[in-house]
């Protein structure tokens, strides 16, 4: 919304006296010198003498719409001249809508009350090099056609730029902004340096457009810097630059490639709604970096420190690297980054989400992904994870369920399980900053709302899918932890997986852990061997190996013979048959069967079954523990 403009009385120069104050006049639009009928400019030399004479150090100063010239000026700085400083030194100033054809040299100045410059046009250089602005500094709408010059400048009140034009360089380098800084629509057309300025309040620069470079390197920003919307048409240069509060950089485009960075943000960068069109590399220390709906049309690599990152529905044209940068920063050879605003923060990179991202385009390098959420991601096949990747852990320990005690297997996680499996066992949600307990599952953002929680059949579907990212990267140890998450999904799931499958599911879980627990299969081959030996020793092994039986009859010189063997048979008591020698026998028994070879062993009727069973099962017990074996050290 535009500023009206002022109220002024018109110099009468060129002008119908008798016209209205208020409209625009034909003539100059310069305010009345006090006592006189003209500006400044048209005072004649006599009364202009005179007035400039009256004038002190730190006087108001009034010329609303004057034309001044380099001389003329130059005439107002040195009746305002402080003997003491050598600078001049003006009270409140009043210089809205005034035209400087020549340059203008305010370099020095010191202004002890407002300083209004609101409309002015600048048509040559423009100076306030090291000015020191005591109260607000309004330069809305101003018109620079030449170079402008704020370096070292030092605004203590409120900073004003809205809606000014900057048509050749400006610089703003070593500037102190003690207040609000605000740049909000501001049209740089040429390069704009805020090199190791310094803004204490807000920094505004919301829909500014850089045509050319903006260089904030070494810049400092105490308070909260916004750049939502702005238009980077040239390089953006942020190397060395500290942000104490939030960077808002919603919705800024990003024209030309670039490095962007390093700088340091205690707070939140906000890339939300960015758009990079060419190639760039982002290297950022902050503690959150959020880069929701942010478009990356070309390559890019974001070497992030410390961060928790937010890449939530980002659109990615082209691959995207995430990288855990794993020293500080250095924006020079020999110039390394102070991080000291960011001590006591999490150590490692984090991702939060990459919901409805296209996969396809992303790597991960070195990322926790502890809390990620995955759910609703394209192509997580693709996904590339390179690196020291982690992903959270089961809880620890033993944890009690009613009179059932129950201690989760170690292996890797999602998000997702966490998120389902604190819900059902009936987690209270918990505070906002609490970290939850290692022995516990780790509820979701949502937690415990059922319809946003993801179910098992939708983590069995995120899990199959990372589980082939693994493969196709030769991790089979993650894929085997992936596989195993994605068959526990399936069990639980009752809405997608049919009952007899689940059950399936249960007696492999049971029996081997998905064939990925080794010390479960052998466990149990273990059990098996011994119950298969306690039985053979019981019921299955003779009391006494039966000698073959000769019967024959003789017809003559004809003598014909038939031997046969008579069934095994057990006589003695249980407390016999329970001995070294027959545990000898048991075993040799066993352990044939383990390798499908039949001992030779005279066995009864009932061993003959047992030793048939025990070479149906211990095999695939044994098979099942060897799978498992592998799938931990295959590459």
């Known amino acids: ?107 020095g100045v010191q202004f002890s009350g407002p300083a209004g410059f609101s409309g002015v046009q600048f048509s040559g250089p423009a100076w306030f090099d090291r000015a020191q602005f005591s109260g607000p500094a309004w330069f809305g709408r101003a018109q620079f056609s030449g170079p402008a010059g704020f370096s070292g400048a030092q605004f203590s009140g409120n900073a004003r730029f809205g809606g000014a034009q900057f048509s050749a360089n400006a610089r703003f380098d070593r500037a102190q902004f003690s207040g609000p800084a605000l740049f909000g629509g501001v049209q740089f057309s040429n390069a704009a340096w805020f090199e190791e300025a310094q803004f204490s309040g807000t920094a505004g620069f919301g829909g500014v457009q850089f045509s050319n470079a903006a260089r904030f390197d070494r810049a400092q920003f105490s308070g909260t810097a916004v750049f939502a919307g702005v238009q980077f048409s040239g390089p953006a240069g942020f190397g060395g630059a500290q942000f104490s509060g939030t960077a808002g950089f919603g919705g800024a485009r990003f024209a030309v490639a670039s490095g962007w960075g390093p700088f340091v943000c205690a ?46 529905h980002a659109v990615l044209s082209a691959p995207v690297a995430i990288t855990a940068h794993p020293v500080p920063f250095t924006s020079s050879p020999a110039d390394t980054v102070d991080e000291s605003v960011l001590a006591g923060c999490h150590d490692g990179v984090r991702v939060a989400s990459i919901q409805g991202v296209d996969a396809a385009h992303l790597v991960l390098t070195d990322i926790d992904l502890t809390d990620c959420l995955f759910s609703g991601a394209f192509h997580l096949d693709q996904l590339r994870l ?212 039949s001992s030779g062993q005279n066995l009864t009727t009932a061993g003959t079954y047992i030793e048939m069973l025990s070479r149906l099962l211990e095999p695939t017990l044994l098979a099942l523990g060897v799978l498992a074996i592998r799938g931990r050290i295959k590459r």
Request: proline share 9%.
């Open 1 to 107: 919304m535009s500023t009206p403009l002022p109220r002024w009385t018109y110099c009468a120069h060129g002008a119908d006296p008798t016209a209205d104050p208020t409209a625009d006049p034909i003539g100059c639009r310069g305010i009345r010198v006090p006592g006189h009928t003209a500006c400044l400019a048209h005072l004649s030399d006599t009364d202009r003498a005179t007035y400039l004479a009256s004038l002190t150090p730190g006087a108001d100063i009034d010329h609303r719409g004057t034309p001044f010239t380099q001389d003329l000026l130059d005439q107002l700085l040195r009746a305002l001249r402080d003997a003491t400083t050598g600078k001049p030194h003006m009270g409140t100033v009043q210089l809205g809508q005034a035209q400087f054809s020549g340059p203008a040299g305010f370099g």
């Open 267 to 312: 707070g939140v960068v906000d890339l939300s709604g960015a758009v990079f069109e060419a190639p760039v590399t982002l290297e950022i220390a902050a503690s959150e970096v959020r880069c929701e709906r942010t478009r990356w049309e070309s390559t890019a690599t974001v070497r992030l420190r410390y961060a928790m990152a937010d890449l939530g």
């Open 386 to 597: 390179e690196g020291r990747t982690i992903f959270p852990p089961t809880p620890t320990g033993w944890n009690r369920h009613g009179i059932r005690l129950t201690r989760w297997t170690r292996r890797r996680t999602l998000a997702e399980e966490h998120h389902w499996r604190a819900q059902t066992a009936g987690q209270p949600a918990l505070p906002p900053g609490h970290t939850p307990s290692p022995r516990q599952w780790r509820p979701g953002p949502y937690h415990p709302d059922p319809a946003r929680t993801p179910d098992p059949e939708d983590v069995a579907a995120l899990y199959r899918q990372l589980r082939k990212a693994f493969e196709d990267g030769k991790n089979e140890p993650g894929a085997a932890d992936f596989y195993y998450g994605e068959c526990e999904m399936r069990r639980h799931d009752h809405t997608g997986t049919p009952k007899g499958e689940r059950r399936l599911l249960w007696a492999y879980w049971l029996l081997s852990g998905y064939g990925l627990r080794a010390s479960r299969a052998f466990t149990w081959l273990l059990a098996a061997m011994s119950l298969t030996v306690l039985l053979l020793m019981g019921v299955g092994l003779p009391t006494h190996d039966p000698d073959p039986a000769t019967t024959g009859t003789l017809h003559g010189s004809k003598i014909s013979l038939h031997t046969s063997t008579p069934d095994p048979a057990l006589h003695d008591t249980w407390s016999k048959r329970m001995t070294w020698a027959r545990a000898e026998k048991a075993t040799r028994v066993a352990v044939n069967s383990v390798v499908f070879r």
